[in-house]
């Protein structure tokens, strides 16, 4: 089965810092989703990105479908961005399945 | 306000006992999804729905039973709930299979 792999793992930032989370797939995708899991559990929609370049406030992320990959930068950090970040994909074939990666948990500290 | 609303939030089941987790949608959205996370293992899908009346099955379907009645309502059951149940779940939507897709805020289950 199609493999998502986000790195890091675990990431810890001081407020103001810039990061790039990243999501590795193993098969060709229909889209490619971004979630903030904040500390409450809840699952907040961040980008719909099956390809190019997207930006919303402080985060952006690009998809560059050919090679598989996706990246989340998160400039000027805050402790509310604090959670686990997760990158889903949707194969182009096959079962109606979003395929998450197991997460980067990211804590920001004042 | 729009959105996806799942109960109940929390419960405590007894194992061998029938359980319906609920699922409602007000944004007449197409596809239904129900996952389930546990700790380390992320999201897996466990059942969906394409449209009111089709279900399918996802990554983790034993156990678990779903129907689709109408559009708005997706209700997961446990027909006889064990302790491998216990984890978050999360019910979900989007307006087509493969468009952008919304959860829920999840219900707790635990099973004892």
């Known amino acids: 089965g199609i493999q998502v792999e986000q790195s890091p793992p675990d990431l810890i930032l001081q407020e103001g810092a810039n990061s790039t989370l990243r999501c590795n797939f193993s098969?060709?995708?229909?889209?490619l989703q971004w979630f903030h899991q904040n500390p409450w559990g809840q699952l907040i929609n961040l980008f719909y990105i099956p390809s190019g370049t997207k930006q919303n406030g402080r985060l952006s992320a690009t998809t560059v479908a050919t090679e598989r990959y996706s990246l989340l930068y998160i400039s000027s950090s805050q402790t509310t961005d604090s959670g686990v970040y997760f990158c889903?994909?949707?194969?182009?074939?096959?079962?109606?399945?979003?395929?998450f990666g197991t997460g980067t948990r990211l804590t920001v500290i004042p | 306000i729009a959105g996806i609303t799942q109960a109940p939030t929390s419960q405590i089941l007894a194992a061998g006992r029938r359980m319906t987790l609920r699922c409602t949608q007000d944004?007449?959205?197409?596809?239904m999804y129900w996952y389930r996370q546990d700790l380390g293992l992320g999201l897996r899908l466990i059942h969906y729905?394409?449209?009111?009346?089709?279900?399918g099955k996802g990554e983790v379907p034993d156990g678990y039973s779903v129907s689709r009645a109408n559009t708005d309502d997706f209700p997961l059951t446990l027909a006889s709930a064990v302790p491998s149940q216990t984890s978050v779940y999360f019910c979900?939507?989007?307006?087509?299979?493969?468009?952008?897709?919304?959860f829920g805020q999840g219900t707790r289950l635990t099973v004892v």
């Open positions: 979900a939507s989007s307006a087509d299979r493969g468009t952008e897709a919304f």
């Open positions: 889903a994909v949707d194969l182009q074939t096959g079962a109606n399945n979003l395929f």
């Open positions: 729905s394409n449209t009111a009346g089709t279900t």
């Open positions: 944004m007449r959205h197409n596809a």
């Open positions: 098969d060709s995708v229909n889209n």
